[in-house]
């Protein structure tokens, strides 16, 4: 299937400010499953813009602004190929099978960054640590399903991912404190497990009860199971990750994956108002 995405972004400030570089993190990554056939971003007109690929191998775009302005806008059209995937189309290798497991020491030494992080508040008993062994997959479908089920959705466009414990307390947040607190159960049962972001399109006939967050930005998270690689859990949705998540940045930190990061500069507080628009649908 094809997919638009049309998105734009304007932070408008009640003076001329300087800024430091933006960076944007909002450039699907290619695989089997997503094929971008053109991306077209623009932003300030005087802007340097400089493609890299980080620490986590995503594009990123680094925008330099050598003027003042009073503000400045986003714009990305992205035109994609996607291709149907079953999310539970994998096998485990037989020392996954049944969480908890050891890695293996070559999967441990590159998985390292994205393991430990101990847990230092108590966990809902669904959450904690089981007593035995439980299949692996089974495991994680009921740790997932968990947050969806007992945690109210709220969506809220701007602001820092709030601690897990915060979100617990709170029994409610926006899709990124969702992905922070399932990434931090994820390590408390010994997996590898790191934040995501991009977009999440749902198809125009889905039912509307059925949705959170549809045809917007949002962050989930992927753990990795040895056999499968990579797997993204949706958390926000009770969902393992299918076609229909398009990722963009991948990181540890909420900062890493922040689709759109940057500052002004100023010897006072300067008000300022975002606006924002994203459309996906099929063409």
């Known amino acids: 299937m094809n997919i638009g995405i049309r998105y734009h972004t304007r932070y408008a400030y009640d003076e001329a400010a300087s800024f430091s570089p933006h960076l944007v993190r909002m450039f699907p990554r290619n695989g089997h499953y997503v094929r971008v056939a053109r991306t ?3 932003t300030g007109g005087d802007a340097d813009v400089q493609y890299r690929h ?6 990123v775009a680094r925008c330099f602004y050598p ?5 400045l806008d986003f714009r990305l059209n992205l035109d994609l190929e996607l291709i149907v995937r079953n999310p539970f189309h994998f096998l485990l290798d037989s020392h996954a099978l049944r969480l908890p497991f050891e890695y293996l020491p070559n999967e441990a030494a590159v998985l390292d960054p994205f393991l430990g992080g101990d847990v230092d508040f108590k966990l809902p008993s669904a959450l904690a640590r ?3 062994p439980r299949p692996t997959v089974e ?7 968990w947050i969806f089920e007992n945690l109210a959705y709220e969506r809220r466009e701007e602001g820092e991912a709030m601690a897990p414990a915060a979100t617990l307390a709170a029994e409610r947040g926006a899709c990124r404190d969702f992905a922070v607190l399932l ?4 390590r408390e049962h010994g997996l590898a497990a790191r934040l995501a972001s991009g977009f999440l399109w749902e198809p125009p006939d889905t039912p509307k009860e059925d949705l959170r967050a549809e045809s917007a930005l949002h962050a989930w998270v992927e753990t990795y199971l040895p056999g499968a690689g990579w797997v993204g859990l949706d958390p926000t949705n009770g969902a393992f990750c ?6 963009a940045a991948v990181g540890l930190t909420p900062d890493d994956i922040s689709p759109i990061k940057g500052c002004y500069y100023g010897h006072k507080k300067i008000e300022s108002h975002m606006t924002a628009s994203l459309e996906i649908k099929p063409r």
């Open 40 to 42: 077209v971003f623009e």
């Open 54 to 59: 980080d620490l986590f191998d995503n594009e």
């Open 67 to 71: 003027e003042k302005c009073s503000a």
């Open 130 to 132: 089981p007593n035995a």
């Open 139 to 145: 495991a994680l479908v009921n740790l997932n399903k």
């Open 183 to 186: 990434a931090a159960v994820l």
């Open 242 to 247: 299918d076609h229909h998540r398009i990722t």
